[in-house]
């Protein structure tokens, strides 16, 4: 069974940083593109970074480019994604997924098995 589960979300003030987390199992870890998306109230998610952990490829949207930086630790099937600089608007929960085909953030529809995700909150 495929499953992610996220964590390492919480309340920072603008400025500050927080390092969320996912661990996959039930894929083939050391050849999986696996992407971070988020999703605030009223709103459609949005795709924010994707790493294919083979090649090493990272994509990231222009949102969140130079703050946020994702990364993988094949030993512990897990992704992370390191965020800097936060602002308000990057409030939202922030989940998970995988994609069986080349890293990307904008065809969100084709991600699989997302997580319940973690809930991020910056203030002002």
């Known amino acids: 069974e495929v499953q992610f589960v996220e964590s390492g979300g919480g309340l920072v003030q603008a400025g500050g940083s927080l390092r969320l987390s996912c661990v996959a199992s039930?894929?083939?870890?050391?050849?999986?593109?696996i992407g971070w998306f988020r999703q605030a109230p009223g709103k459609a998610p949005e795709g924010v970074s994707c790493?294919?952990?083979?090649?090493?490829?990272?994509h990231y949207a222009n949102s969140v480019k130079g703050r946020f930086t994702i990364s993988s630790d094949n030993a512990k099937n897990t992704v992370y994604l390191h965020m800097n600089n936060l602002k308000p608007e990057d409030s939202a929960v922030y989940f998970c997924?995988?994609?069986?085909?080349?890293?990307?953030?904008?065809?969100?529809?084709?991600?699989?098995?997302r997580g319940q995700g973690t809930q991020v909150t910056v203030s002002s």
């Open positions: 997924a995988t994609r069986l085909s080349y890293c990307s953030i904008f065809n969100i529809a084709e991600y699989q098995y």
């Open positions: 039930g894929v083939d870890f050391d050849e999986a593109v």
């Open positions: 790493i294919s952990t083979d090649d090493g490829i990272r």
